[in-house]
Nanobody, 116 residues
């Protein structure tokens, strides 16, 4: 089981920025994909952004142009840079890893609150 540790959440005003980090216990080069999901109160968990092993990126329409997913292979860490944050971005953000075997791992979640 891959261990994932997230950090970087917090309270930010509308229009502000945050960067989330997800440190993995194994080499991220061995993963099929890494991604960020979020879940707001009363809503289903949804994909925010994902990066595949070959480097291809995928974003939810609601965050395109504002959020950027990246990774540092040497640090086994993925990042989510979030700019121009809106109140509707408020949610618990989860890091996710999909292995080639089909196994999935989730982080513990980090709260992001966008409010004035």
């Amino acid at each position: 089981q891959v261990q994932l540790v997230e950090s970087g959440g917090g309270l930010v005003q509308p229009g502000g920025s945050l960067r989330l980090s997800c440190a993995a216990s194994g080499s991220i080069l061995s993963f099929n994909a890494m991604g960020w999901y979020r879940q707001a109160p009363g809503k289903q968990r949804e994909l925010v952004a994902a990066i595949r092993s070959g480097g291809s990126l995928n974003y939810a329409d609601s965050v395109k142009g504002r959020f950027t997913i990246s990774r540092d292979n040497a640090k086994n860490t993925a990042y989510l840079q979030m700019n121009s944050l809106k109140p509707e971005d408020t949610a618990v953000y989860y890091c996710n890893v999909k292995q080639w075997s089909g196994r999935e791992s989730w982080g513990q979640g980090t709260q992001v609150t966008v409010s004035s």
